[in-house]
């Protein structure tokens, strides 16, 4: 009886995480903006064209705030002048900026 109970208070305690981990969105995580940067930047590195990243992550991303956060990275990547970003470049600068916008804001005095 004992180890029923264990196992399953053991496979609550493992599913748990991973209930959580399926609410969280792209948008919500800073690491995961930095990895889809980095992508996009290798991307563009391979000559695939703004259209075809646009087609390629509509294809992989179904929630809408995801998308919107991933077709604002190809926006910025690939609009005109902005400079050619290899991706570990690209990922530290978009997980830097989305950790700048996260970070709480100290009361005024």
């Known amino acids: ?28 995580q800073c690491f995961a903006i930095g990895d889809i940067a980095g992508q996009v930047a290798s991307w563009r590195a391979h000559k695939k064209t703004k259209a075809q990243a646009l087609d390629q992550a509509a294809k ?12 604002g990275i190809i926006d910025k990547i690939y609009s005109p002048g902005a400079p050619h970003m290899t ?22 005095q």
């Open 60 to 71: 992989y991303y179904k929630n809408e705030s995801d998308r919107q956060a991933v077709f």
């Open 1 to 28: 009886m004992k180890r029923v109970v264990v196992s399953a208070v053991l496979a609550v305690c493992l599913a748990q995480p991973a209930v959580e981990a399926v609410a969280q969105t792209v948008s919500d």
């Open 87 to 108: 991706p570990d470049q690209a990922s530290m600068a978009f997980t830097s900026d989305c950790a700048n916008q996260h970070k709480p804001q100290a009361p005024s």
